[in-house]
């Protein structure tokens, strides 16, 4: 496991990509680069807002909280769909079970939700680095809208540098991405 040491937390206080309020918005300019490229979701919210604008991400990462509070039951309802995988990731955490997760689920042809037990804000790093490159992640900026992180090397990288400052074996997590 890895853990998000209180140094770096301001890394992560600037988005990692454009900011939207729209679905419709992103998914254009994310259709416009790869539209057959996989799109996946960090956040109750977010997965809800793409489901609602027609674009159910291909994976999902929803721990049934949005602001450190429980969603409301029309969100809950709408993301809890298809097929549903647990995983468990403490909060501020980067979970081996977490990646694993991810990596199974970007193989999969179906759309895979991961049920969260804990947190799943920092699922970012991991999806980017997991997801091939022409992928889409989006995660919520609170109070702002959706963040739009286009998979691309240097993304990678980026994610890549964040997760090796953080407490833990860096090695082990990363390995189900590197294998």
Known sequence: MLTL???????????????????????????????????????????????????????????????????????????????????????????VALVEALVAALDDPDPTTLLVEGEEDLATLPAVLAAPVGSTVVYGQPDEGMVRVAVTDAAKSEMRDLLARFDGDFDAVVAPIDA
Do not use: M, Q
């Not at 206080?13 to 300019?29: I, N, Q, S, T």
């Not at 991400?57 to 709408?78: M, N, S």
């Open 5 to 95: 040491p209180t140094a770096l937390r301001a890394a992560f206080k600037e988005p990692f990509g454009p900011v939207y309020a729209e679905a419709d918005d992103l998914l254009a300019d994310a259709s416009s680069e790869d539209a057959d490229a996989p799109l996946v979701a960090v956040g109750d919210v977010v997965t809800f807002h793409l489901r609602r604008a027609g674009r159910p991400p291909d994976v999902a990462v929803v721990d049934g909280k949005t602001k450190r509070e429980a969603v409301g039951e029309e969100i809950r309802r709408a993301v809890e769909t298809g097929r549903l995988v647990e995983v468990e990731n403490e909060p501020g955490t980067v979970s």
